[in-house]
């Protein structure tokens, strides 16, 4: 007797809570704190347009401890955006080849990393070096 | 000391008769002296001496033709070069591939696979074909790197039991075929790529991927489909803006 009869099995609906596809839920979600930052910048823009008090009451904002908590919350949520974003930027792009061999991922993601930190680090720099 | 040739191992395997069972469900089976046995191997035991039903793939034994692939524990691996003792003591979970449906126990429906893999034209196409006394195609060690390792896929479609975007939809053209669509179109002496970049636009082709990554986890000869996928997603929205400046 040949009889196909394929069975399917119901794919589980909570894929996105389990080990290994945990760590890709909390990548994507870390991505939600950049959006939770511009939120933040966004809303400054928006008071300064609104006058000098609106513009105080925001600063007095950022000076709360609240605030503070929220600033360190999202920066460390970034931060591991960060990480994860650029090991997976070899995944992305071509191979690239040098000389006979492809470059290894390892080190475009460490290349990459070390130039986006330098670029920051810089931006920082010469703004505290502006606001002086 | 017990002698380990004599160690008994369980294992707990997804078993589905088609006709007649509603449903698979799991049967249990001992295997005697299994400590130095590949998971392949304590199937085969088990067929020969235990039940002669029981049904799986498998052909090389050596993790070169991609047919002993299957959910061992709970990840996609092949059975052949799974080895019992590298396993954590207690009994083992042998189940069919996830995300496809099962045939028969062990064994998947792969129609649906070798179709996408149809679809990309996994040949070269050369843009002048060139006579047997013209001689070969030539190819530097840079240009064979380029796409070296999508070579290297042994369509065991573990990939695929991983990707959990293709157990959402099974018309995603998927990690396995993808590798092989870049095989061909990152090989400097085809000129096939604008064929197959039109078959994988939109929410069946590369657009369906999340870059989850695990398809190139687990697969066991680093082939790194994820690679193939993502480097694709830029191609195929290059391809969707640029199609209006291309003169045919
Ligand atoms: S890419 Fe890897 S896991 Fe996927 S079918 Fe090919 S060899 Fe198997
Ligand atoms: S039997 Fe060929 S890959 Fe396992």
Known sequence: MNESRPYRRPAPKDWWAKAPYRAYTVREMSGLAVAGYGAVLFAGLYSLSQGPESWAAYVRFLQSPVSLLLHAALLAAVLYHVKTWFQILPKTMPKLILGRAPVAQRTITRVATIFAGACSLALVLITLGVAR | ?248
């Open chain 2, 1 to 248: 000391m017990p002698d380990p040739a004599k160690k008994t191992i369980e294992l707990r395997i997804l078993r589905y008769q088609p006709g007649v069972d509603a449903a698979p469900s799991f049967g249990t089976f001992e295997v005697a002296g299994a400590e130095n046995m590949s998971v392949l191997e304590a199937l085969q035991t088990i067929k020969d001496t235990l039940d002669g039903s029981l049904s799986f793939r498998w052909s090389c034994r050596m993790a070169v033709c991609g047919s002993c692939g299957m959910m061992i524990n709970g990840e996609p691996k092949l059975a052949c070069s799974t080895f019992l003792r590298d396993l954590p003591p207690g009994p083992v979970t042998v189940e069919p591939l996830n995300n496809f449906p099962i045939e028969r126990d062990l064994v998947i429906s792969v129609g649906g696979f070798v179709k996408k893999i149809e679809s990309i034209y996994p040949y070269i196409m050369p843009k002048e074909p060139k006579t047997v006394e013209q001689g070969p195609y030539r190819q530097t060690p840079a240009q064979l790197a380029a796409y070296e390792s999508f070579s290297d896929c042994i369509n065991c479609m573990l990939c695929y039991a991983a990707c959990p975007q293709f157990g959402e939809n099974p018309d995603f053209i998927g990690p396995g075929a993808m590798a092989l669509l870049q095989r061909y179109n990152g090989d400097s002496r085809d000129a096939g790529r604008q064929k197959r970049l039109d078959t994988i636009h939109g929410e069946n082709g590369v657009w369906s991927c999340t870059a989850v990554g695990i398809c190139s986890e687990v697969c066991p000869k680093s082939v790194d489909p994820a690679n193939a996928v993502n480097q694709n997603k830029t191609n195929s929205a290059f391809d969707f803006f640029l199609r209006f400046l291309r003169k045919e």
